[in-house]
Every structure is written in structure tokens, then in C-alpha cells.
């Protein structure tokens, strides 16, 4: 390459490192900063040239460091190798954590057989991530309640059926449908049945245990996953606490409004093994029950 391409080069690249958006910097072999960008410098709280000979260690909290960038360093200087992976990061003196994506690349010298520093480019991609988590939970909740929806139950289902061990778990569903619901629409519109449901799967949160899960399946119908230990004694004992939260009235502009609550069950492996069949148990049990 000649002079002027040289120059030519070198010129575009001091026009990228200076004006992207992108961080970018070089560290050397015994991990210390020989460049970085304005860039990078600005959006960790420094100065560039603050940076030069200080290590990754000095701008980021012990965590972030030991766990993320030190190890990640480590695995391209040994393996000479490119890097990439993506993290929350935080560096010192901020509360605030980013999302980057990180790419390590080795700079090998021919002359000494060896990587002698890495060229470090990560891109901020903190507002997608949060975006995508809160599109991730609106997909998974029921907008009028704020609890699981049917999606999630689905998933979970599948996901305990995969990975039960038919002789050693056990696991519940208790399929739950409200009585005198629709005599609560007619007489005081949906607005009001809207705040019932949602005061429903409150008192309902509130009587099952930590690790359970309560869904609303669809209309006035709720379905509780008892994950663990499921027993007809945990079964019946959460039942009762359900019937007596639901028998409590609902008030609303000085009326008491009151509802029931039907309830089936189905456990994991003794009524089925495919989630599909214990809904349709628990399903078929609750029919029974509001019918008798």
C-alpha cells in the first residue's frame, strides 16, 4: 500500500472511531487501555485520555468486571480467538446498569507469535433490551388483571411436563370458575365486573403459596399450578382458603356483591401426563362441582 492510500485509510478510520456511536478502545496484553474513543470514554464518565494505562478493573464495579469483562478478556488473549457475548454492565460511582453487545477481537502479531492486545467494540443496545422485556411480560400477563395469562400457563405446563419425573413429581391444577358472574355483568355493566376480576385474582394471589403460579385462563375462569408437592391435602387445603376468600363480598358504591367460586383438580401423574388431558380433568371436575 502506498503513502496516499495509507493516508487515505487512516483517515477513514479516524472518521468512524471519532464519530460513531459505537465504543471502541484497545487494550494491551497486560490489560491496560492504549486507546479509546471519545465514545467510550464519554459514556463510561470519563475522559479519554484519562483512561490511557488504566485497567478495565479501574472503570468497572467489582461484579461486572470479575464475572463479564475479566473472564471474556482472559478467553481472547488465550485462545486468540474473537469474542462476543452480551451483558448488563455497570461501571463505578453509577447506579445505572446498560446492555451491551461486546465483541473482542485478538490483535496477533506476526512478529512475536502472540496476542498482544484486543480491540474492544460494543454497541449500547440498553432500550431495545428493556423494550423487548417489557413486550416479553405484556405478552405473558393479562392486561386487566396484571397476573399470568393463558400463554404463560401453556408454557409453564410444557415446560414442567418435559422435565416431571413421573415417579418422583407431583404437580396440580386446580381449574377455577366463578359462580353468578354473568348476573354481576347484567346487573351492574362490565366496568364493574372488570374491577371484580380484578379483585378476584388479588384475593386469589393471596391464598396460594410462593412458588405457585395463578393464571386467568379466559372470562371468569382462573387456573392455579400447584408446581411442587402437590397433595390432596395441599389440594384441599388451598380450596378452602379460596372458597372462603371468594364467599367474602365484593362492595362497590355501597352494594355487597356476591359470587362463588366452582373448582376441579387434576394432578400430575395420577390424572394424566400431557397438560392438555389435566386441564380437560380439572376442567370437566369444576363442571361437575357447579352442577351438583
Known amino acids: 500500500m502506498n503513502t496516499d492510500s495509507f493516508n487515505f485509510m487512516q483517515e477513514i478510520f479516524n472518521t468512524v472511531l471519532k464519530n460513531s456511536l459505537d ?6 496484553k497486560n490489560q491496560k487501555y492504549q486507546y479509546v474513543s471519545n465514545s467510550y470514554a464519554q459514556f463510561y464518565g470519563h475522559k479519554a485520555q484519562s483512561l490511557i494505562n488504566k485497567s478495565p478493573q479501574d472503570i468497572f464495579e467489582p461484579v461486572t468486571y470479575e464475572d463479564k469483562i475479566l473472564p471474556n478478556l482472559n478467553k481472547c488473549l488465550t485462545s486468540a480467538l474473537p469474542i462476543n457475548y452480551k451483558s448488563w454492565v455497570k461501571p463505578k460511582g453509577n447506579n445505572d446498569e446498560s446492555f451491551l453487545y461486546i465483541t473482542y477481537l485478538p490483535h496477533f502479531s506476526e512478529e512475536h507469535q ?32 396484571n397476573i399470568p395469562n393463558r400463554l404463560f400457563l401453556t408454557n409453564k405446563l410444557n415446560e414442567l411436563s418435559q422435565n416431571a419425573n413421573r415417579h418422583t413429581d407431583r ?23 372488570d374491577r371484580i376480576l380484578s379483585q378476584v385474582a388479588q384475593r386469589l394471589k393471596h391464598e396460594i403459596r410462593e412458588e405457585d403460579i395463578i393464571a386467568r385462563y379466559g372470562g371468569d375462569e382462573f387456573v392455579i ?8 391435602v395441599t389440594i384441599n387445603a388451598i380450596r378452602n382458603k379460596i372458597f372462603s376468600a371468594i364467599s367474602q363480598p365484593f362492595q362497590f358504591s355501597g352494594d355487597n356483591i356476591n359470587i362463588g367460586i366452582s373448582i376441579g383438580s387434576a394432578i400430575y401423574p395420577d390424572h394424566g401426563t400431557e397438560p392438555d388431558d389435566l386441564l380437560i380433568k380439572a376442567d370437566a371436575e369444576m363442571y361437575s362441582s357447579k352442577n351438583s
Open 23 to 28: 465504543l471502541f478502545a484497545y487494550i494491551d
Open 114 to 145: 502472540e496476542v498482544v492486545g484486543i480491540i474492544v467494540i460494543a454497541k449500547d443496545v440498553t432500550k431495545f433490551k428493556r423494550a423487548e422485556t417489557l413486550l416479553a411480560k405484556s405478552a405473558n400477563t393479562d392486561a386487566l388483571t
Open 225 to 232: 399450578l400447584i408446581t411442587d408437592r402437590a397433595s390432596l
Open 171 to 193: 404437580y396440580a391444577i386446580l381449574f377455577c370458575d366463578l359462580d353468578g358472574f354473568k348476573s354481576v355483568n347484567d346487573k351492574y355493566g362490565h366496568a364493574v365486573g
